[in-house]
């Protein structure tokens, strides 16, 4: 009997979880862990059954790698690439808008010349989370998180330029 899409979405989650958890407290370098996760997503595309799953697997791919990127204290030419092809992909919600463009300012330390991209892809993230419902209480965490975010770019003597800001 074929599997509900519900259980296949949730092993995927399962086997990325599972996967990037084992890659990390192995601390295995950052190509393994790209290798890992996009042998992950072929696998699960050859089972999606229409061009939005294969699009949504190689979206979760990328955002992990970002995500990723970050925590291994990667350069430019680790971040860069795969945070475009997040942005090329589209964000799945706006709660992973908010957690890359909020790394992303946070990882300008390692590449201040990409400040201008990161403070307008903030400042974007901020307008649509100020839309939500006051009494939602994820529109306060999220604009605490993107507060953080700039409050750690400016301990290290970045901050974003007039058009940019709050």
């Given at each position: 009997?074929a ?5 296949w979405?949730s092993?995927?989650?399962?086997q990325?979880?599972w996967?990037?958890?084992g890659?990390?407290?192995a ?5 393994v862990?790209?290798a890992a996760?996009r ?11 229409s061009?939005a799953?294969r699009?949504?697997l ?5 955002l992990?790698?970002?995500d990723?990127?970050?925590g291994q204290s990667?350069p430019w ?6 945070l475009?092809?997040v942005?090329?992909?589209g ?5 992973n808008?908010?957690h890359?463009?909020t790394i992303?300012?946070q990882?300008?330390?390692r590449f201040?010349?990409q400040a ?5 892809m ?14 939602r209480?994820?529109r ?10 700039r409050?750690?770019a400016a301990?290290h003597g970045?901050?974003?330029t ?5």
């Open positions: 009997m599997r509900s899409r519900k259980e979405w092993t995927i989650a399962e990325r979880e996967l990037t958890f890659l990390t407290h601390e295995q370098p950052f190509e862990f790209v996760l042998d992950l997503e072929r696998q699960f595309t050859r089972e999606a059954r061009p799953e699009l949504h190689k979206r979760l791919t990328a992990d790698v970002v990723e990127a970050f990667r030419e680790d971040f860069g690439p795969w475009r092809k942005r090329r992909l964000f799945p919600d706006l709660w808008r908010f890359i463009s992303y300012v990882s300008l330390p201040p010349e201008e991209d990161a403070f307008a903030l400042a974007d993230t901020e307008r649509r989370v100020r839309r939500l419902p006051k009494h209480h994820s306060q965490q999220m604009l605490d998180g993107i507060e953080y975010a409050q750690v301990r970045i901050n974003p007039r058009k940019h800001g709050r």
